[in-house]
């Protein structure tokens, strides 16, 4: 069972699309509700698309740059809370963190297929050269 558990994971972080197509389906199924789902898998995949990307990173410039993605996540969250603070003049908790978190998957969604082409890209010029 174990294996099989990290052999689905792997699969998920690897292609996180799959992942976010998953939980689509599988929320559709149950809810019936395809904006409901959408949210939802993009809420989950978002945590695949950032695992995604650090691995990315890894195997391109063969080093950890975790720090930057730590570094990049509280920079949104200091912007999103400022602006929040600024038009509302009081914080609501959740409506600012899942702003956050669906900000992260945009740019982590981004972020992955750039880096995705880039490292195809350098992989196949490498290669030829």
């Not at 391109?60 to 570094?71: H, N, Q, V």
């Not at 908790?93 to 890209?121: D, Q, V």
């Amino acid at each position: 069972m174990g294996d099989v558990l990290a052999w689905i994971l792997a699969t998920v972080i690897t292609l996180p699309l799959l992942g976010f197509y998953l939980v689509y389906i599988f929320t559709v199924k149950i809810t019936k509700k395809k904006g409901r789902a959408v949210r939802l898998a993009a809420d989950v995949s978002t945590l695949f698309f950032m695992a995604a990307v650090y691995f990315l990173a890894i195997e391109i410039w063969g080093r950890s740059f975790l720090w930057l993605m730590i570094i990049i996540v509280l920079s949104i969250a200091c912007f999103f809370t400022f602006i929040h603070w600024k038009a509302r003049a009081d914080i609501e908790i959740p409506r600012l963190a899942r702003g956050i978190w669906r900000f992260s998957f945009m740019l982590f969604f981004i972020a992955y297929f750039g880096l995705s082409l880039y490292g195809l890209s350098f992989r196949i010029t490498t290669a030829i050269l």
